[in-house]
């Protein structure tokens, strides 16, 4: 680096950033069926035909270098079987550290629905965290996929649930056990049966899938680094969105 | 006639005057007005361009790289456009600046081809020294063809401002921009 002059210390920069800023593509886009979509530059949208405003929306923050369109099929049956509003946020960069405000901002567009949860994938949970750390009014729970909090939301009054999978190879699950403190009181389940039947708002629901990946959260492919999968892409965001649909049933939101 | 006319350009284009050799590196911050799903204002990212000026008669030549982010994530684009000054005084100059980029967004195992154009006035501090400052306001079209078959948003039309420097690379502002 010594070596360089000034202008090759930029050009090497911009080559390293340009290396390290690559994303994951989403899968091709196929027929949404009745999927209704509204993208604008700040989110994708995905709601029915039929919305029920009673339910609250659901704002998502993607993984860091993960296209947001990744994630829309994971969340179209939770949108088309519960007549639910999801919002994909987009990103600067597709790095949603960058815009950590943007959940609270967006739902403040969104004006026909009116109450809101917060959730996120990888770097997108630990960014919805900061998101509830500085703004707890804005949401009613908090979910995690593959994601821990570094900010001390363990006196949030939020049912949170923060879903896992046993072969992903991408969280760091030191980083994961040992941040477990800034969420409230854990509960460990096996299965989306065995949620409580009264609200959880005060704890963490911890629900592990069998057989899952860091990816296949979403709809990107592989990611480097991370652990192979024995059960596909669509079961795993099954068992998310059965979780979901419960978490959300018994918590009335 | 036409073997005339490119003569006539290629002598032109030879001539040394106006802008010395510079490198310019420049900031930019682009706000987004419309793209092919909706007019709306809205912040449309930031970057950074490194580019070799190579002066003509009139104006100068330049090319070199730019890095931003966009609504498809990043992108990198080769751009190369024509400087022509408007306006020269004493310590300043005001440009007219066109480039067209041809790049990648930036895709792990799948680059999608991006390209635009776009046009920033833009003005110039001549400070005497190895170093000038500029700073400028225009307009930018982008298009990834190809992100079409991932998401809607795949055309856009910017306002683009820039802050940058430019570094003479032989001494300083050169006394032929000087009236």
């Known amino acids: 680096m010594y070596l360089l002059n000034p202008i090759q210390k930029i050009l090497l920069l911009l080559l390293l950033s340009g290396i390290f800023s690559c994303s994951y593509l989403p899968e091709e886009k196929v027929g949404a069926g009745d999927l209704i979509l509204e993208e604008t530059a700040d989110y994708i949208l995905l709601k029915s035909a039929f919305v029920d405003v009673s339910k609250a929306g659901i704002v998502f923050y993607p993984g860091g270098l993960v296209d947001p369109h990744a994630y829309i099929t994971s969340f179209k049956d939770l949108v088309l079987e519960d007549n639910r509003v999801v919002v994909i946020l987009k990103v600067s960069a597709n790095l949603a550290i960058l815009n950590s405000k943007k959940a609270s901002s967006v739902i403040s567009e969104v004006t026909y629905i009116n109450q809101w949860i917060v959730g996120g994938h990888s770097l997108g949970g630990s960014t919805a965290c900061i998101d509830v750390f500085n703004h707890p009014d804005n949401f009613k729970g908090l979910f995690l996929l593959a994601a821990y909090s570094v900010n001390d939301l363990a006196a949030y009054n939020l049912p949170c649930v923060s879903i896992t999978a046993s072969h992903d190879e991408v969280l760091e699950l030191a980083s994961f056990n040992e941040n477990k403190v800034n969420l409230p009181e854990e509960i460990n389940i096996s299965s989306p049966a065995e949620l409580p039947i009264g609200s959880t708002v005060g704890k963490t629901i911890y629900y592990e899938i069998e057989g899952g990946t860091h990816a296949q959260f979403g709809n990107y492919g592989s990611q480097e680094g991370d652990g192979m999968a024995i059960i596909s892409p669509d079961a795993q965001q099954l068992l998310v969105i059965k979780m979901l649909q419960k978490f959300l049933l018994i918590n009335q939101l | ?179």
């Open chain 2, 1 to 179: 006639m036409r073997k005339r006319f490119l003569l006539t350009l290629l002598i032109n284009l030879s001539v040394y005057s106006g802008y010395s050799q510079n490198i310019a590196l420049d900031i930019n911050s682009f706000y987004g007005g419309w793209n092919n799903e909706l007019s709306a204002y809205y912040y449309g990212g930031a970057g950074i361009s490194l580019l070799y000026e190579h002066p003509l008669k009139k104006g100068a030549l330049s090319g070199g790289f730019a890095l931003r982010t966009i609504d498809w994530g990043n992108q990198v684009t080769v751009n190369v456009g024509y400087n022509a000054t408007y306006l020269l005084r004493d310590n300043w100059r005001l440009d007219g600046v066109s480039t067209v980029g041809l790049g990648l967004a930036l895709f792990k195992y799948k680059p999608l081809l991006v390209w635009s154009f776009g046009y920033v006035p833009e003005f110039t501090w001549l400070r005497k020294k190895k170093i000038d400052y500029s700073m400028g306001l225009g307009i930018r079209y982008s298009n990834s063809p190809a992100y079409k078959n991932y998401g809607q948003i795949y055309q856009l039309l910017e306002f683009p401002i820039k802050i940058g420097v430019k570094y003479h690379l032989k001494g300083k502002t050169p006394a032929s921009v000087v009236p």
